[in-house]
């Protein structure tokens, strides 16, 4: 849904940012940071993946700012789609995810910067600037998980690249103890799709059951104990 409280006017209207988070109370919080900057402001916003990619496509900003966890298509399948028509848009990935994997597929897939829902009061008007600049945004937090995850080698051996985006997601949340009908109503997937991804993670893991799921997914840091 796009926000017309301040047309396009070109040039010297300040960076036009699109925002993208399914949760309403998020959005509205990302769109009060923006708009307080006299050199930024919201062109477009969106609640889902879809919604993200269209708008984008339809009205390219300067910047985009996408949650990493959304319904349908996640923020790295929105990168991928939208980089198809505008290779050089800079997107910064918004996520409650602080583990490396996610940290090192946003890396991979493209973004231009990274922050945690916890921070982004302070850091979102700086990654929009320097992003917009031609510059990356790592927070040194994510920079170490970087550093860290690539001289253990973990980038091309981890058994978690098997997974795709979605996939890591339903692990996370079956090792958190959520249920099919939680995981489904989260994303707006059919319970019957959701026990398909869980099938899946047992046989591309090699598990048997959810405790061993439970069991990698602590293993592999993506659940805090």
Not at 47 to 72: F, H, K, L, W
Not at 144 to 162: K, N, T
Not at 199 to 214: C, G, W, Y
């Amino acid at each position: 849904m796009s926000r017309q409280d301040r047309p396009d006017t070109g040039a010297g209207s300040g960076i036009k940012v699109v925002l993208a988070d399914d949760h309403s109370i998020v959005l509205e919080g990302l769109c009060r940071i923006v708009e307080d900057n006299e050199d930024m402001y919201v062109l477009a916003t969106a609640s889902n993946g879809e919604e993200a990619v269209r708008v984008c496509r339809q009205t390219p900003p300067d910047v985009a700012v996408i949650d990493i966890s959304m319904p349908g298509y996640d923020g790295l399948e929105v990168m991928r789609l939208v980089h198809e028509q505008h290779p050089a848009l800079p997107v910064i990935v918004l996520t409650m995810h602080e583990e490396d994997q996610y940290i090192l597929r946003a890396v991979r897939s493209g973004a231009k910067g990274y922050i945690s829902k916890r921070s982004v009061s302070e850091q979102l008007v700086e990654a929009i600037r320097r992003v917009h600049s031609g510059r990356h945004y790592f927070p040194e937090e994510v920079m170490e998980a970087l550093s860290l995850s690539f001289s253990q080698g973990v980038e091309g051996d981890s058994p978690l690249d098997r997974l795709s985006m979605r996939e890591l997601q339903v692990l996370r949340l079956l090792a958190m103890g959520r249920t099919n009908q939680e995981i489904a109503e989260q994303y707006h997937l059919s319970v019957k799709t959701v026990d398909t991804y869980r099938l899946r993670l047992l046989k591309k893991l090699n598990l048997r059951n959810n405790a061993e799921l439970s069991r990698f997914a602590f293993q592999h840091n993506l659940v805090e104990i």
